[in-house]
C-alpha cells in the first residue's frame, strides 16, 4: 500500500495544550511542576533499559530520541523530529517533562539519584543532560511495584 496519500501529522492541539494552555494554567510554576510530573510518569511507565526507553519516546508522540553520550555518571540525549520542531516554533515550549522523565528512568536503572536539564538548539533539536550521583542511592519503591506497562 503506497504512503503517497497521507496527510502530515498536525501537532496543533498537543502544542496548544502542551506549550500554551498548561503554562497559562501553571503561570510561574510550570517548569518546576511538569519536571516532577515527568518523574512520577516514569514511576508509572518503567522502562527497563535505553532501548525501552526511547521507543517510550516515540510511541508517546515526544520524539526521536537517541543518546549521544554516555560516559561514569553523565548521559547525554538528543530529542528532534517533527514534533520537536513544532514545538519549537513556540518561544516559551517546555520540556521539562521528557526531562523529569528520563532523570527518573536512569535513576531507576542505575539506582542512583539522577537530574536532567535541557536545552533548545537551533537545529530543531533538545539536548538533555542527565547525572547521576553514584554517593546517592535510589531509594525510591521498586520500579515493578508501580508498572503500569
Given at each position: ?20 494552555l498548561i503554562?497559562?494554567?501553571?503561570g510561574?510554576h ?10 512520577n510518569m ?45 514545538r ?37 533539536k ?12 535510589y ?9 503500569r506497562?
Amino acid at each position: 500500500m503506497s504512503n503517497e496519500h497521507e496527510t502530515p501529522i498536525d501537532y496543533f492541539g498537543f502544542t496548544m495544550i502542551r506549550d500554551e494552555l498548561i503554562p497559562d494554567l501553571l503561570g510561574t510554576h510550570t517548569k518546576d511542576i511538569l519536571y516532577w510530573a515527568g518523574k512520577n510518569m516514569a514511576r508509572k511507565y518503567p522502562c527497563e533499559n535505553e532501548g525501552e526507553l526511547i521507543a517510550f519516546f516515540e510511541r508517546a508522540n515526544w520524539g526521536s530520541l537517541t543518546i549521544t553520550r554516555q560516559k561514569n555518571d553523565e548521559m547525554h540525549f538528543e530529542l528532534s523530529g517533527s514534533i520537536v520542531e513544532e514545538r519549537l516554533k513556540i518561544k516559551e515550549s517546555q520540556f521539562s517533562l521528557e526531562a523529569g522523565f528520563l532523570a527518573e528512568q536512569i535513576a531507576m536503572m542505575k539506582q542512583y539519584q539522577t537530574e536532567a536539564v535541557f536545552q533548545k538548539e537551533k537545529k530543531n533539536k533538545v539536548q538533555f543532560e542527565l547525572k547521576s550521583d553514584s554517593r546517592d542511592p535510589y531509594s525510591l519503591p521498586s520500579r515493578k511495584a508501580n508498572s503500569r506497562v
